[in-house]
């Protein structure tokens, strides 16, 4: 089992970045697609962005052009940059391992003024 830890939430300021990462145990993660969902209160989990173990990206139209998703196989590591927050991407950030299913404890990202 690959186990996912999150990390680099908080709170910012609309029009702040934050750069969320996704470290993983387990020598299998870096040719697994990854993605990032977000669970904002009342609502469902939604997929964020995901990337390939080719490196192919896509992105949730809602973010797209403000988040880019990225990886380092070297480091066992998934990375969210988020540009250009705004309050309504306000939502617990989870990493998963899509070919395990295996997720990741959730980071808290806030975005107000």
């Known amino acids: 089992q690959v186990q996912l830890v999150e990390s680099g939430g908080g709170l910012v300021q609309p029009g702040g970045s934050l750069r969320l990462s996704c470290a993983a145990s387990?020598?299998?993660?870096?040719?697994?697609?990854v993605g990032w969902y977000r669970q904002a209160p009342g609502k469902q989990r939604e997929l964020v962005a995901v990337?390939?173990?080719?490196?192919?990206?896509n992105y949730a139209d809602s973010v797209k052009g403000r988040f880019t998703i990225s990886r380092d196989s070297a480091k066992n590591t998934v990375y969210l940059q988020m540009n250009s927050l705004k309050p309504e991407d306000t939502a617990v950030y989870y990493c998963?391992?899509?070919?395990?299913?295996?997720w990741g404890q959730g980071t808290q990202v806030t975005v107000s003024s």
């Open positions: 998963r391992n899509i070919l395990t299913n295996d």
């Open positions: 387990g020598s299998r993660f870096s040719i697994n697609a």
């Open positions: 990337i390939t173990s080719g490196g192919a990206t």
